[in-house]
């Protein structure tokens, strides 16, 4: 995904938590620091969410291990559920559990038929 | 203050954070969406900590009334302590709560003489 299309992806997920009432911060990345760092991060009273958020126009998406470990240690850390965001062409936000994505040798990945059945929407993560 | 001389001042306190065991992110900013957005967000178990970041050659230091109830805002509803780091050239982060800060009509002030008798340092703020 481009950097652009990416930015782009945040903002739009980053709009809606705050239309239904959840504080969100896009990260500005950790530029040449390595700390880890989740795209968004929302809040609500005591819910807390560490969000990696990705559009994709493939069939399925793909994550290195690093990111995926990043977040899950972020979350753990600060106090917050990690959280998959993928929104696939044409489609709604998905909100998948890490657990879900399925680990290769090099990579974790989720196909669109899998992220279907397992994700949540905006209004089931929130609610 | 620059802009350059606060992205410098937000990654060194974020990394003194991050060395004291608190994840942190720093803040895209919001860009052209009107949302509130601290600098700098931290988080460890239960405790989050929500702060706008400043360093300052002056002997005090101004704000934007907007800026601060936008601050204590985001932290309301987020869950997070709004705090201001305040650093003063050659001398360590000072932490204000907003509450400290003098208001004027048109922004809020505090004079490091003020600063250094009613700001937390680091340790204390994490502690």
């Known amino acids: ?3 652009i299309k990416g ?16 504080a ?4 500005a990345g950790s530029g040449s620091m390595k700390f880890p760092s989740p795209d968004l991060l929302a ?10 958020c990705k559009a994709t126009a493939d069939t399925s ?9 990043e977040l899950k240690e972020f979350g753990r850390m600060f106090g917050a559920e990690p959280w998959v965001a993928l929104r696939f062409d044409r489609e709604a936000w998905l909100f998948i559990n890490p657990m879900d994505l399925d ?3 090099k990579s ?20």
């Open 61 to 69: 998406k793909y994550f290195e291990k690093e990111d995926i470990f």
């Open 108 to 127: 974790f990945s989720i196909t669109k038929e899998k992220a279907r059945m397992k994700g949540l929407s905006v209004e089931e993560v929130i609610r």
């Open 7 to 22: 930015t782009k992806a945040e903002r739009e997920l980053l709009k809606m938590l705050w239309h239904n009432g959840w």
């Open 43 to 52: 809040g609500k009273g005591e819910r807390k969410l560490a969000i990696e």
């Open 24 to 27: 969100t911060i896009r990260s």
């Open 103 to 105: 680990e290769t040798e």
């Open 1 to 3: 995904m481009s950097k």
